[in-house]
């Protein structure tokens, strides 16, 4: 079991940025962001695994994952927010140990956080 805890929602004016912060129990490869507006299904926004990473087109430029392994800590820099931006933003946790398998797709992320509100205003 792999517990995820976010934190670094907030409100904030469009073309500012939030920094996201997902604390996790134990050490996995694969560590994503996913995110849901209302409304709408839930999309992959970034993944990372070891030192790769993917990110969701509509955030490429913006938006850069990372992670601190002494920590276990995994971060999502959310720069130029948009209002299509906001929504509920989840951590998750991929158990499968190959990049191949570490993809945007819910597929194979069998942990997730409670999640943490982004709002960006016009």
């Known amino acids: 079991q792999v517990q995820l805890v976010e934190s670094g929602g907030d409100s904030v004016q469009a073309g500012g940025s939030l920094r996201l912060s997902c604390a996790a129990s134990?050490?996995?490869?694969?560590m994503g962001w996913f995110r849901q507006a209302p409304g709408k299904e839930r999309e992959g926004v970034a993944v990372m695994g070891g030192v790769n990473t993917r990110y969701a087109d509509s955030v490429k430029g913006r938006f850069t994952i990372s992670k601190d392994y002494v920590k276990r800590s995994l971060f999502l820099e959310m720069n130029s927010l948009k209002p299509e931006d906001s929504a509920m933003y989840y951590c998750a946790a991929n158990t499968r140990s190959a990049w191949s398998g570490c993809t945007l797709a819910e597929v194979g992320f069998d942990y997730w956080g409670q999640g943490t509100q982004v709002t960006v205003s016009s």
């Open positions: 134990g050490s996995v490869y694969c």
